[in-house]
């Protein structure tokens, strides 16, 4: 009889090589616990963080801390429902008029994670003849709101606003709305989208336009609203999704929007209506971080700074590092050979970052994927800098001659 | 539109023997995924390819019935002749 279990045996081989190969599962470190934000306990060791896209430092901020202690005191630690029975305290609306407010909004919805916030709006917002037109190198969450969706789904080239010009043009006179899915910054390269060119695309063509903020939101833009904010496109963006998991450091996701059908998505939103929400705690923290985010744009300041602080170092040391700065940085490496013993080395040596193989990278090759904080100091940055050489020297990665 | 799954089919191969890791002895009834070993993104990745070639868009949700170079061929002239 066939074994249930079998379709495993090529990831169980695979990791057996990985872990044979560097000594250490790299999908199964243990931070023991944050002793900062950027430092962790980790086999036991401090260790420098450079890989949890904890970006502004926030998941340690006092006054998120406090505000989930009182939280907690006052309504105690679940709410054992979904948002549309019993799931929805005052503190659920308190926290999507906050975040619509901080876009200037007209409402927002607020998920049980970001990964549920891309696959409840894509899958919801486009019915069956209907298209989705999704950047090539889009997250997982968003392929798989697209395969929850009864819609057309087509791809276009990574950031490429003519390709995607060219494939909506090829849909001229179908039925059925289109909606364009991009992200703000692309979660494993840092590539940062050319907005203001697919938000004229959309203007052209009469699609609609959602972008995933995930890992822009609360690190560009004056406001910290994200890429469309940057390069002053807001009003074209019909949908902005978003997490608190990065730079506001807890947990959950959302969509606002000024389309008042938001309301009706509520209905018809099956990873928003069979689901738990967010716990009273976690509610309260985030609306003390956004209170952060709001009373200190010295963080993004500083951020800037750190990632073109250890985007210059790594390409000093003649690392293939992202080419723009952006607080995702990813090392491009040519082999796994090199990569397995170069990422097991920068722990070693006391570096956080994440190992990212193919293919959940873009071109067949390996990632180490770092993401810079604001609260990272020079000299940690530098530090991180000096292990990079050499564990980039003890891996081959890095000739001797590059000092 | 002049294309029929032979002349779609040629083509696909024609594209596929590029790839210098493509076994040489392929035909139509070759499957994708099994036969020339790609994953499911090297998959997306060459079918956007032979989109670019004959102006077609192959929505993904299709690709999930194709298994074979004739199935890919079939999808592609089928969609042609609908547009």
Redesign the interface.
Request: charged share 30%; hydrophobic share 35%; aromatic share 4%.
């Given at each position: 009889m066939t074994s249930l279990f079998s379709k495993f045996e090529g990831t169980a081989s695979a990791l057996g090589a990985l872990v044979e190969a560097g000594g250490r599962n790299p999908f199964a470190v243990v931070i023991e616990k944050p002793i900062s934000s950027t430092v962790g306990l980790i086999e036991g060791r401090e260790t420098l963080l450079f890989g949890t896209n904890n970006y502004l430092g926030l998941s340690q901020s006092e006054r998120a801390i406090k505000a989930a202690q009182d939280a907690v005191s006052k309504y105690g630690v679940g709410t054992t429902g979904s948002r549309i029975a019993n799931g929805t305290q005052s503190l659920h609306r308190q926290l999507e008029q906050r975040i619509a407010s901080y876009f200037g909004r007209r409402d927002a919805m607020v998920f049980s994670t970001g990964y549920q916030a891309n696959l409840g709006m894509i899958s919801t917002l486009v019915g069956k003849d209907d298209?989705l037109i999704l950047d090539?190198d889009s997250h997982a969450s968003i392929y798989d709101g697209?395969?929850l969706s009864p819609a057309?789904?087509?791809?276009f080239?990574h950031n490429d606003a003519d390709d995607l010009h060219k494939?909506l043009k090829?849909?001229d006179g179908t039925p059925g709305a289109k909606l364009i899915v991009v992200e703000g910054i692309y979660s494993m390269t840092g590539n940062v989208a050319p907005i203001a060119e697919m938000a004229a695309v959309k203007r052209e063509t009469g699609a609609y336009l959602l972008v995933d903020e995930a890992h822009s939101f609360g690190v560009m833009g004056k406001k910290g609203l994200g890429v469309a904010e940057e390069a002053g496109v807001e009003a074209d963006v019909d949908f902005v999704v978003g997490t608190f998991s990065k730079s506001l450091g807890t947990v959950g996701g959302y969509c606002v929007s000024d389309h008042p059908e938001l309301e009706m998505v509520r209905l018809n939103c099956r990873p928003y209506m069979f689901t738990a929400s967010l716990p009273p705690e976690v509610i309260a923290a985030t609306m003390a971080a956004l209170e952060d985010l709001a009373d200190h744009p010295e963080l993004r300041t500083q951020l800037k700074e750190n990632a073109a602080r250890l985007h210059a170092g790594f390409h000093r040391i003649g690392l293939n590092a992202s080419r723009q700065v952006s607080p995702v940085i990813a090392v491009t490496l040519e082999t796994l050979e090199q990569a397995i013993p170069m990422w097991n080395r920068l722990l070693d040596l006391g570096v956080y970052v994440n190992l990212s193989l193919p293919?959940a990278t873009p071109d067949h090759r390996p990632l180490l994927r770092c993401s810079v904080m604001a609260t990272h100091t020079a000299a940690q940055i530098d530090q991180a800098i000096e292990i990079f050489r050499q564990a980039g020297l003890e891996a081959g990665a890095l000739k001797e001659t590059v000092a | 539109m002049s294309e029929t799954v032979e002349s779609v089919s040629a083509l696909i191969i024609q594209k596929l023997l590029a790839n210098p890791k493509v076994p040489r002895d392929i035909d139509g009834n070759c499957k994708i995924m099994e036969d020339l070993a790609f994953?499911?993104?090297?998959v997306?990745?060459f079918v956007?390819e032979v989109e670019d070639t004959l102006?077609?868009?192959v929505?993904?949700?299709k690709l999930a019935d194709i298994r074979t170079i004739n199935d890919l061929a079939k999808c592609i002239v089928d969609l042609k002749n609908k547009?």
């Open positions: 298209y090539a697209s395969r057309q789904v087509i791809r080239r494939r090829r849909l293919p | 994953d499911s993104l090297a997306m990745n956007m102006d077609v868009s929505p993904l949700d547009g």
